[in-house]
Each structure stands twice: as C-alpha cells, then as structure tokens.
C-alpha cells in the first residue's frame, strides 16, 4: 500500500501513486538484531548469521511444543498412537509449512529481494498495477498481528528457558516462585539495551544458536534409541490416524502442534538481510534435522518413560550438562527474542514510510550500518506488553493458549496476498494457482481456527491487541486522506499562484526557500502564510515533495527529480524506499548535478503545521476525529524526521477542522 498523504500539515512524505517494478536484489533486513550484514561476507558467514536470527525462534519451541501437544492427545485417544502422531504432526507441520510453503515458494516472491508482510503487500499492490482496497486491509492486519507475536514471543521464549530451574540439581522446586521476576529481570535488561544497539553483539549470535541446534540434535539422537519405534512417525499415516481417533479433540491438538512452526514466517521476513540460498541452506541442511531429531528423541523418551511427558525437554538434558543447557537455552531465548523486537522496529519504520502509522521517533544506533535502528515508543510499547504477560499468565504453559493467532493470521494474510502476485505478476493459470495456494490456505486457515479455540484462555490477546492496532492505522489513513482532500479543496492552484504573482511582483529576499508539501500542485499553506504575513517572496523557490516508493530501497541516482516551473519556482521530487530514513539535506546535495545550488546556510525551509479541531459534521466519527487528532500532536516532529537542521526552519500553522 502506498499513500500520498500528509502525516502533519504540508511537511509529510508522500508514497508514490506509481508502483516501481522490484526487482531481485538483496539489501539490509527487518528481523536481523545487529542491522546490515554485508552480503560479501561469505555464504558460510551469511549461512551462520541466518542461523542466529532467522531460526532463533523456531529454534526455541521444542522446549514447549511437544509437552503442550502430548498432554491434550493423552487426554483422548492416549498410549502409543498419542505420542507418535503428535511428532508426526509436529514434523509434517515443519515439513508442510516451513519447507513447502515458505522456503521453496513464499520466497520467490521477494520485492527487490525483501520478504514480509509489507513487502509483499507492496509487491501485490505493484502486480494488480493500482491501489487495492483488500490487499491494503489485508497488509494492515498482518502488520498489527506481527505486534502481538513481537510481545508473546520473548515472553513465552524466556519464560520456557527459565522455567528449567524447577527441576535444576540440587534446587529442584526451590526457585519456583522466582521464575517470573528472573524471567522479567532478563527481558528489562534485553530492552533497556536496545538504544545503544547490538552490532558488537550480534557477531556472536549464530554460533550461540548453531551450539543450541547441535545440542537440540544430540540430545534427540541419543534419546531416539529409548524407543526407536518413534521413527514410525516419519509417516504421515500416524499423524492422521490421530486427528481421525480423537475427532474434534485432534482439531484442538493442531493448536498445540502449530507450536513447532512458529517463527516460520521469520524466513520470509530476513530474506533480505542474508538472502534466500543461506537461508534455504540453513534450514535443510541444520536447521530442519536437529529439530527433526530433537522431536523424535522427546517422543522416543516418553514412549520409555511416560512420566516425561510432564516436562520432555528437560527430561531429556542429562544431570551432568543441566546447567550448562540451562544458560545455553536462555542464552538461545534471549537472541530469539532480540530478532522479533529488532524486527517490530523495522516494520515500524516500513508502516511509517508506507503512510500507516504517524512519524514517530527512529533513531539510528550505528553510523555506519544502516539497518541498526532504535525505536523508544515501540521498545516502550513492547516491553510493558511484555512484563503485563508475564505478570498475567505466570508460566509458560499458560502463554501457549495466546500463542499461535497471531502467526497464524499473520501465514494466512501471506497466503492471501501472494494471490495477486502469483496470478497478476507471475501469470500463471488459475488452475496452477489453486493448486498452490488453496492446500497452503486450507492449511493456515485449519490452524487459525484451532488456535482461535483458545480464545477463552488468552488468545484474546493478541486479537484485541490486532485490533486496536488496525484501528489506529485505518484511523491514520482515513484522517489522512480527508484532511488532504479538504486542503485540496481549500487551497490555490500553483500554477495559478504563479500567475498572479507574474501579475503583481511581491518584494524579493535573497536566498532559497524550500516550501514542503505532499501535493506538489497546489500553493503549499506555508507559502500562501509567508506572502499574507511577510509580504515577501524568494530569489528562488522550491517545491518539495517527499515520497514513498514501493520498492526497498532507491538507487541514488533515482533519488531526486528536478522539474522546473520558471525562473522563480522549481518542484522537486525526493523518493525514498520504504526500508530508508528520510534525510532532506543530504538529498538536496546531489541537486548540485541538475543545477541546484543549494548551501544550507542560505536556505529556509517553511513548513506548514495544521493545528485540528474535530467536526462531528463532516470526516470520521467525533471519536475518530479526536484520536487521529491525538495521533498527529504525537507524531514526531518533522524537522528531525528529515533531518533539517533546527535553525533553518520556519513554521506557519493555520487551523483546519476535520
């Protein structure tokens, strides 16, 4: 979704109406917790770094998937076949959804070699060659499930690690009641260091995470011989044979069994930190067999031992290494957390470049990498949802029932969109896309509803918590478009403008002024101020335009566009993908090569700033009206958005009710 509206008053960037065709190239990433990686550091080295932070959080869920899934199968069917179909599912599901859906399909569809939700809903918009409303309202609500997995998944990741300590040698039962502070202590330290950044850490996240695989496959290896008739659940037969047995109660097992694949999504999403041959690689070659093992080794141990069942992860973990896999485990939780918090940053940064979310404050945390960003009012946002959870729920098992119904929703919203781009972009037959895309929707939309059954015990959450984020965005958007509609309406032509000032010279004052606006056609209010109050116009004139392209990122030299009107007003065009931080100055620079001369010491920058006053007569509904006014008082301000320097700006506001 593009929008051309502007956030706060004329000072807004605007996306572009005209979608850019992508193109398939890598560039820095959502997800990836140390910012860009650069891709000529090998695809060994890019193979580990996927490891870090692509699967940490696929790479957690052994510790609680198969105990939540095995303790709903033995309340119905029970005995051999409740063990062994549950790993069946759980390694078709990996099978299924990870490898079928996202490795070999979802990610051919990368927009200029970027995956996720936005970027897809970009894609689609570009393959049906205008604005539409469902692939819009589809992208929305994949952006705001993504928050509720971004808060669930360090809770319920760290909250399993520490949980360990319940059966720890020598303090079995002691620490019980301090799991959740200690589980808290370490997610308040995790986001308090977020400001300051975590390249000089990141370098050593995927060695940590290749160590947790090859101790997650050790362990399930040397365990698979406590029974090694669990290898029978390699067979789908098995994992169908429960779902038939346990009737409605096998529909409710899915929920539990979705578990092993959550952070699925997460492959789509990195796809441009680290590209898709690591990452495929990392998954089928590591990735995918330790997770194999480690499941079989938990089912194998419980078909011995059916006690395990209570807790198989840590059931598994020999007395002599306990500790040792304890600090490795919340070490593992800790960078699978780390990726999702990096990652709600990052499409912070794509909502507000695409015009769903007002300007809010992105600092950069490195001055020379530029996917290392900071967001306080999100890191905020998620650490109080984050701590809330903990202090709700108590334990991890609770957490399992909010858990799923945001991924979930977040696998059908890509299922459903990759519609328009296999269809319109990709050209293939109907028959062709259905039969793709129906078992993959079938599927999602079978674990959706499962997980949806848990909305009693908490999966209300992330669904209430979607919910106001959609408002909040709609309402952003909606506000948006009526309150550039109505400036549109009020407001003069430029070229008419030019006309009567031809007509009747204004006093001139030496220098550049640079008016910003998001509808380069009309007379920006700053202007119009500044000849009213002032009574003066400039040697030279600049109306500037920032937009959005629906591409990642912009070539340099595609950056700015010059368009003359006379020899007193030029438009200028600036264009930024949505993975890039506006900075007005330094694209003002490479004017120079069209003719620009601009020296910021004599240049003025005039905004307009629009203070609101809510109208039940006309727009939204008052209430609406009053929380997209709140939304806009918020926004940050746009002098630091664009980067201009304080002392150069000027701004003239006038009222406007919406």
């Given amino acids: ?215 997650l496959g050790a362990l399930g290896l040397y365990h698979i011989f406590d029974d090694v008739s669990v290898l029978r659940a390699l067979s789908p037969h098995y994992g169908v044979m429960l779902l038939i047995n346990d009737g409605f109660l096998g529909f409710i097992i899915l929920g539990s069994v979705f578990l092993a694949v959550t952070g699925a999504e997460a492959l789509y999403a990195d796809m441009g930190h680290f590209g898709k041959a690591p990452i495929r690689m990392g998954w089928l070659a590591f990735v995918l067999p330790c997770l194999t093992l480690n499941y079989l080794g938990q089912g194998a141990l419980i078909l011995d031992n059916p006690g395990a069942a209570e807790n198989p992860f840590w059931n598994m973990v020999p007395q002599f290494a306990y500790w040792p896999m304890l600090i490795l485990a919340t070490a593992a939780t800790v960078i699978a957390s780390q990726a999702v918090i990096t990652g709600a940053f990052s499409v912070t940064q794509q909502a507000v470049q695409l015009g769903l979310l007002p300007r809010i404050d992105i600092r950069n945390t490195s001055e020379t ?167 003066v116009l400039h040697e030279k004139n600049v109306i500037l335009t920032v937009r959005t392209s629906e591409r990642p990122r912009v070539k340099e030299a595609d950056r700015v566009r010059m368009e003359p009107i006379n020899d007193d007003f030029k438009k200028l065009t600036i264009t930024y993908g949505f993975m890039e931080t506006p900075n007005v100055p330094r694209a003002l620079g490479l004017c120079r090569k069209q003719g620009l001369k601009f020296d910021i010491m004599s240049t003025s920058f005039f905004l307009g700033r629009r203070s609101l006053i809510p109208s039940a007569r006309q727009g939204m509904p008052l209430w609406q009206d009053r929380l997209f006014i709140f939304l806009m008082r918020n926004a940050a301000n746009p002098t630091d958005f664009f980067h201009i320097p304080p002392g150069r700006v000027v701004e003239l506001g006038a009222q406007v009710a919406v």
Avoid at 394 to 408: E, F, I, P, R
Avoid at 472 to 501: C, F, H, N, Y
Wanted: glycine fraction near 10%; charged fraction near 10%; proline fraction near 6%.
């Fill in 369 to 535: 990498q530029a996917g290392q960003i900071f967001v306080p009012a999100v890191n905020s946002f998620l650490m109080v949802g984050v701590l809330v959870l903990l202090v709700v729920f108590q334990s991890s098992h609770n957490l399992t029932a909010a858990y799923g119904v945001a991924v979930t929703g977040t696998m059908l919203v890509n299922t459903l969109m990759a519609y328009s781009v296999i269809r319109k972009g990709w050209k293939w037959p109907m028959w062709a896309v259905a039969g793709t895309l129906v078992p993959f929707a079938f599927i999602d939309s079978v674990f959706l509803t499962s997980n949806l059954l848990k909305i009693p015990d908490g999966a209300w959450m992330p669904l209430v918590l979607g919910a106001c984020l959609v408002l909040i965005m709609w309402t952003w958007v909606r506000g948006t478009q009526i309150l550039t509609a109505k400036t549109r309406k009020d407001s003069l032509p430029l070229s008419d403008l030019i006309e009567m000032l031809q007509a009747r010279p204004p006093h001139r004052a030496p220098g550049t002024a640079i008016f910003l606006t998001s509808d380069p056609d009309v007379a920006p209010v700053a202007l119009m101020h500044n000849l009213k109050h002032n009574k």
């Fill in 1 to 215: 979704m593009a929008g051309d509206t502007p956030h706060d008053a004329d000072a807004l960037p605007a996306a572009s109406n005209t979608p850019d065709k992508p193109t398939h190239a890598t560039g820095p990433e959502s997800h990836a917790p140390g910012g860009q990686i650069a891709k000529h550091g090998g695809f060994w080295a890019l193979t580990l770094g996927a490891i870090g932070v692509v699967f940490g959080d696929i790479g957690t869920s052994p510790l609680y998937a198969l105990r939540e899934a095995i303790a709903h199968a033995q309340s119905g069917v029970g005995g051999e076949l409740a063990v062994i179909g549950v790993v069946s599912l759980a390694f078709w599901a990996l099978m299924v959804v990870v490898t079928f859906k996202y490795v070999f399909f979802l990610m051919r569809a990368d927009n200029k070699g970027e995956g996720g939700t936005l970027s897809l809903m970009a894609l689609a918009q570009f393959a049906v060659g205008r604005r539409s409303a469902w692939i819009f309202i589809l992208g929305v609500c994949g952006a705001a499930l993504f928050y509720g997995d971004g808060i669930i998944t360090p809770a319920i990741s760290v909250l399993s690690a520490v949980e360990g300590l319940q059966d720890a040698p020598g303090l079995a039962g002691r620490l019980d009641s301090f799991i959740v502070p200690i589980s808290a202590g370490i997610l308040i330290a995790l986001f308090m260091v977020q400001s300051r950044g975590t390249a000089s850490l990141a370098k050593y996240f995927g060695p940590i995470t290749a160590v947790w695989f090859l101790c």
